[in-house]
């Protein structure tokens, strides 16, 4: 299947390279975003992601952070490219003369820290509604994010559309290390070892109305990574080792495992329809797979030669509506989580398991500390960073109401309800039972547009905590291990946004 989809895909290429060059256009777009935030009682945490550490006492933090991203597109006649550059200061002040990403807002500065988020050239084949990209590019699944969304990734991807029904297909490569090794002990004998993760994506939708869709969805993960042990980090690729990041919470010793290429695939559906004032939107899907001749520790048992299951599925449902002089919404997902001593994997694998950030899950409820929110910058961290949520899985409900005082000035409130969908642990190394953590937030936000492109904002969040262990005093930069016998406070943040768009 791969090789064929590849080559076809490497004819349309070969095809579009070889027409004649054409006059080109040139134009810029993107923002610079500066917040000052203020924040307590949690730290973010290290081990496989920036999930948040709630704590006891844990002091006020206060910095400033920074982004600029700018995109330059060069669009001739059905063929074009793109950059897309990023630069990002962590917190003012922060260091100088260095060569780091996210750094340089030291003193004097003079840091060399662009990101290249995406670079790639776009075509549209003549005659036909196909449009191809290839290269470094920015995708999303049509599950909310909860598989890969919003994620910058190395690829080819097709759409199209024969009315009414449009259509995606694509491939990309998350992860390639291709290492050699010794045959019998003989070094002239090296054989190569594929370690790539690949991602295949095939979408269509049936539009039967302006004001309805349906969708299939299919995609599938095929991870050859496990060869070799990779670390429970925070940064670059790792693997499925990231599944064992629920037990450092609670004091585990734990190791790596490896495992044989394997396969995992989500089949799901998606949908819209608008009756009058009201929308309906939604999304279920169904993971499966197995992660093949694991050995080593894995889940609430030691696997030795033997396969893990994969059965996972989540859903979401969300209501939009235009409700006296503003908007308002409600929504509610459930994915699914491991049970205590189960031999099944069933939280669904996910992009955030191959690189930090993989996955940018439910920012749709626009919450600020139980979900990522999709106007965040380098701090981005929450309690359930990724729908996996350590493998606990995840219940949630969130509603928000958002209208313009005058042409000025906007204001939006929001709440949300979080909690653990399974207790994936049941107890922590030293015997103490774990409940199902949970968490209420209430948010509010102003906005003043002072002038064209201009926003200036004012954010608070509040989360009220239920049955959370306090990490603050325990937590050590790369690992975090609770301590049972004393209890999180409720964690409190607040926001000063600056915003210009060009």
Do not use: C
């Not at 189960?342 to 930090?356: E, H, M």
């Not at 207790?423 to 948010?443: C, M």
């Not at 050590?476 to 000063?496: H, L, P």
């Amino acid at each position: 299947m791969r090789k064929g989809f590849l080559a076809v895909l490497a004819v349309v290429l070969v095809a579009a390279m070889a027409a004649p060059a054409m006059a080109t256009d040139l134009s810029t777009t993107g923002f610079i975003r500066i917040k000052g935030h203020t924040e307590q009682n949690y730290t973010a945490g290290a081990s496989g992601g920036a999930f948040i550490l709630p704590g006891k006492d844990v002091p006020t933090a206060s910095y400033v952070e920074q982004r600029m991203r700018f995109i330059f597109d060069w669009k001739g006649e059905n063929v074009g490219a793109r950059y897309y550059g990023e630069l990002d200061y962590t917190n003012w002040g922060d260091s100088a003369y260095n060569t780091s990403r996210n750094q340089g807002g030291g003193l004097e500065a003079d840091t060399v820290n662009l990101e290249s988020k995406n670079i790639y050239m776009w075509f549209k084949v003549p005659n036909t509604s196909v449009m191809v990209t290839a290269g470094m590019q920015n995708q999303s699944d049509s599950f909310g994010g909860m598989i890969f969304g919003y994620a910058d990734m190395a690829g080819i991807f097709l759409t199209g559309s024969v009315e009414p029904v449009s259509y995606k297909l694509g491939w990309a490569r998350l992860a390639q290390n291709v290492n050699s090794t010794t045959v019998n002990g003989n070094t002239a004998f090296a054989q190569r070892i594929d370690t790539a993760v690949d991602l295949y994506v095939a979408e269509a939708k049936f539009a039967p109305t302006k004001d309805s869709r349906i969708g299939l969805d299919l995609y599938v993960l095929r991870d050859a990574s496990g060869n070799g042990a990779a670390a429970d980090n925070v940064s670059g690729s790792t693997n499925l080792n990231t599944l064992l990041r629920g037990f450092k919470d609670y004091g585990y010793t734990v190791g790596n495992f490896s495992y044989n290429p394997s396969t995992f695939y989500y089949i799901g559906i998606d949908g819209a329809a608008k009756a009058g004032p009201v929308g309906l939107s939604g999304y279920a899907f169904y993971n499966g797979g197995k992660i093949k001749n694991v050995n080593g520790a894995i889940s609430n048992f030691v696997a030795t030669n033997q396969d893990v299951d994969v059965k996972a599925w989540a859903g979401d449902l969300r209501a939009d509506a235009n409700l006296g002089p503003g908007k308002g919404f409600i929504e509610g997902a459930y994915v699914s989580g491991a049970d205590s001593g189960g031999s099944d994997f069933k939280s669904p694998i996910t992009t955030s398991n191959y690189a930090l950030a993989g996955s940018y899950p439910l920012s749709s409820m626009d919450m600020q500390i139980l979900f990522p929110n999709g106007d965040d910058i380098t701090s981005s961290n929450a309690l359930a960073y990724d729908i996996q949520n350590k493998g606990r899985g995840i219940m949630a409900l969130a509603a928000g109401y958002t209208m313009k005082f005058s042409d000025m000035l906007s204001g939006k409130v929001g709440i949300g309800y979080l909690t653990d969908a399974k207790n994936f642990i049941g107890s922590n190394s030293a015997g103490i039972g774990i409940k199902k953590h949970k968490a209420t937030e209430v948010n509010a936000n102003v906005n003043y547009y002072l002038v064209k492109g201009l926003d200036l904002g004012l954010y608070g969040a509040y989360a009220f905590l239920s049955d959370w262990e306090d990490y603050g005093h325990a937590y050590n930069g790369a690992t975090s291990v609770a301590n049972m016998s004393e209890k999180a406070d409720n964690i409190w943040k607040g926001m000063f946004r600056m915003n210009y768009a060009f």
